[in-house]
């Protein structure tokens, strides 16, 4: 089985969450649909601009619980070098 940290923005340089999943579709659908997270609903955190993948939930609930504990400037370098223009990578999860 697959599994995916990711992060969710506002828009580009806005509210950041970050959340694992190990499936990245549904679970973005379910943000973009306000079932997400209060947090991801209070704040319109639903734009996918970063994922990486797993192999093992044992690697990505540390990585997730890491990359929360970075400070901004750190998660906005991480998603700058993967996804310069903050897409919206959902569209990319659904052909």
């Avoid at 580009?12 to 079932?35: D, S």
């Amino acid at each position: 089985m697959s599994y995916f940290v990711y992060i969710l923005a506002s828009r580009r340089n806005g509210t950041l969450y970050i959340g694992v999943t190990n499936n990245i579709a549904r679970r973005v659908w379910e943000h973009r649909e306000g079932h997400g997270s209060q947090f991801a609903r209070k704040y319109g955190v639903h734009r996918l601009v970063y994922m990486e993948l797993f192999d093992d939930i044992e690697h990505a609930i540390p990585r997730e619980k890491t990359m929360k504990e970075w400070p901004r400037a750190w998660k906005v370098r991480t998603i700058e070098a993967a996804n310069p223009e903050w897409n919206d990578l959902y569209a990319v999860l659904n052909g």
